[in-house]
């Protein structure tokens, strides 16, 4: 009985020491797998920036150096929109109702001030130059009655009640007639005219500006009520632009300043202009104030009162960290430079990385540039060659 036992524990010892081999060797397969992969990946990754020796940075023309500090027009970026004055706005409108019996001009025509735009039929109109002639006639009488009481007065003939009452008349009708004259005249009817029996039926609606008509709201034909708008003339010479500047900005901006436009929708031409007048409120919840500019349009180019504009407000030269123009590629629509990470050493091997910034002002073969990450004052970034790295960066990236 114990020579059997003795058998059997060699057997079962046996059977968990392969069990245990069996699953070392898969684990080690296991590990070497993964050790495999990890080697793959690591072979994989994108070294971090571009290495150059001394030798090729001299071939191809790479000058490294530190971020300068230049005075630079600064400038201020706005929006806004063209405008004319109110003055040179016009809404075209009639003191009396009537029928519009013809319109002399169409949307678009160039007008003068005083030019007839539209007649207007109103029969109430021959009632006020019967109501001008009768006070005319009447005036005759009481102006001759006024004078003999007056001549009577001075040589000591007559009694004041008499004469007062006669002055009283006399002062009465003149206002009315000149009542009368002002309302023909504000239809453009002259009353001159009136006096040698020329009675009109309709009045004239003349151009209170010089400009060009704008849109016409009424049609031939039509009825008006006092103080209708039927169309609108607009002078375009004062057009100026109304641009909206933020409150982190209003600091800076000043009357007389140079501002220089870019038509948004039209192909981004460049007009200049002049800070003539800051608003002393803010617009609505926006916090930003209306700044007003004139605009030199010496090249008569078409302003059209709506046109959208992005402005750069010059607020005079500051000391601001700048680099050459061309240290600075564009890619993917963003603008970066090139820093320099370590330095020679025993390899003999300069590193550059990208560095995203934003641009300001251009002058002088130099750009201001505000990096979007912490540099330290000591950086050095290269000043020339930099399409050549961004070259390679992008070569690179294809590669990889």
């Known amino acids: ?92 409108s009639i003191l009396s109702g009537g029928i519009i019996n013809h319109i002399s001009v169409i949307e678009g025509q160039q007008v003068k001030r005083g030019q007839l735009l539209a007649t207007i039929k109103n029969q109430d109109l021959i009632k006020i130059q019967q109501d001008y002639l009768a006070a005319k006639n009447n005036f005759t009488y009481v102006q001759a009655e006024y004078n003999r009481q007056k001549q009577l007065q001075d040589a000591g003939a007559g009694t004041g009640k008499s004469f007062q009452s006669s002055e009283a008349t006399y002062n009465a009708e003149r206002s009315r007639i000149t009542a009368y004259e002002s309302q023909l005249s504000q239809l453009g009817i002259s009353p001159g005219r009136i006096d040698n029996g020329r009675i009109v039926s309709q009045f004239p609606v003349l151009s209170p500006i010089g400009g060009t008509v704008g849109q016409i709201t009424a049609n031939t034909g039509a009825f008006v009520q006092p103080g209708t708008s039927i169309m609108e003339v607009v002078d375009n010479s004062k057009i100026h632009c109304d641009l909206t500047v933020f409150e982190k900005d209003l600091m800076h901006v000043k009357v007389g300043q140079k501002v220089s436009f870019q038509l948004t929708n039209q192909e981004n031409q460049l007009i200049t202009g002049t800070i003539n007048g800051i608003n002393k409120s803010f617009e609505n919840e926006s916090k930003g104030v209306t700044v007003h500019a004139v605009i030199n349009n010496k090249e008569q180019k078409n302003l059209i009162p709506g046109m959208y504009v992005t402005a750069l407000i010059s607020t005079g030269s500051r000391l601001t960290a700048a680099v050459p123009v061309d240290a600075v590629v564009r890619s993917e629509g963003k603008q970066f430079i090139f820093v320099v990470i370590s330095e020679a050493g025993k390899n003999d091997l300069i590193k550059f990385k990208k560095a995203e910034v934003t641009t300001g002002v251009t002058e002088l073969g130099y750009v201001q540039i505000k990096p979007l990450d912490y540099l330290p004052a000591t950086a050095q970034v290269a000043l020339k060659g930099a399409f050549y790295l961004q070259s390679k960066a992008a070569g690179g990236a294809e590669e990889e």
């Open 1 to 92: 009985m114990n020579i059997r036992k003795y058998k059997l524990i060699p057997a079962a010892f046996l059977m968990v020491v392969a069990f245990a081999s069996c699953s070392g060797d898969s684990d080690k397969k296991e590990a070497d797998a993964k050790e495999s992969a990890g080697g793959a990946e690591t072979k994989k990754e994108k070294p971090d920036g571009l290495e150059l020796t001394a030798e090729q940075m001299q071939t191809v023309g790479i000058v490294a150096g530190p971020i300068a500090q230049k005075n630079l027009d600064s400038v201020i970026k706005a929006n806004g929109q063209l405008a004319v004055p109110p003055q040179n706005k016009a809404d075209v």
